[in-house]
C-alpha cells in the first residue's frame, strides 16, 4: 500500500502521461498495486481532455 504522498505523486504522474500521450501500458506500478489505481485515476481523465481538445 502506498502512502498518501505516493498516491498523490502517482496520481499526478498519471496526468502528465495523459496529457503527453502516453500509452497506458506506460504505467510503471505492478497491477496489484494501489498506485496503478491512482495513475490510471490520474490518466484517464487528462487523457479524455487530450482526445476531446484534439477533436474540436
Known amino acids: 500500500m502506498g ?4 498516491i498523490a505523486e502517482a ?9 503527453t500521450g502516453q500509452e497506458p501500458t506506460a504505467c510503471p506500478y ?5 498506485l496503478r489505481t ?4 490520474g490518466y484517464a481523465p487528462a487523457r479524455r481532455a487530450r482526445e476531446s481538445s484534439a477533436a474540436d
Open 3 to 6: 502512502t498518501r504522498e505516493e
Open 38 to 41: 491512482a495513475w490510471v485515476k
Open 11 to 19: 496520481i499526478l504522474k498519471g496526468r502528465t502521461a495523459g496529457e
Open 30 to 34: 505492478p497491477r496489484d498495486s494501489i
